[in-house]
Nanobody
Framework: QVQLAESGGGLVQPGGSLRLSCAAS???????????MSWYRQAPGKERELVAA????????GYADSVKGRFTISRDNAKNTVYLQMNSLKPEDTAVYYC?????????WGQGTKVTVSS
């Protein structure tokens, strides 16, 4: 059974940093060259949006324009974990952050971790 467990959310002041983790179990991220791990977020009253994605095989990454230069997605295949380093956080980054695993024919979501950016 594939499970994704996010952690690392919390309350941070504007300009601060957080690192989110998404640990996968029941599936090895290095198994398929087509495996993609992504971070999405959903703010209150808004639709879920893609924040960043990484191909676990070669580490290729992509980012939403709103987070480019501030957020970094990375993976540690040995730990079966993907990270989202968030710097220079803004109040508009406040949301529940979800990780998503996609490999051919399969999609899995984590339960989410809440990030609040406020003074």
């Amino acid at each position: 059974q594939v499970q994704l467990a996010e952690s690392g959310g919390g309350l941070v002041q504007p300009g601060g940093s957080l690192r989110l983790s998404c640990a996968a179990s029941g599936f090895l991220l290095s198994t398929s060259s087509s495996t993609v791990m992504s971070w999405y977020r959903q703010a209150p009253g808004k639709e879920r949006e893609l924040v960043a994605a990484i191909t676990t095989a070669d580490g290729s990454t992509g980012y939403a324009d709103s987070v480019k230069g501030r957020f970094t997605i990375s993976r540690d295949n040995a730990k079966n974990t993907v990270y989202l380093q968030m710097n220079s956080l803004k109040p508009e980054d406040t949301a529940v952050y979800y990780c998503k695993l996609v490999y051919p024919g399969n999609i899995y979501w984590g339960q989410g971790t809440k990030v609040t950016v406020s003074s």
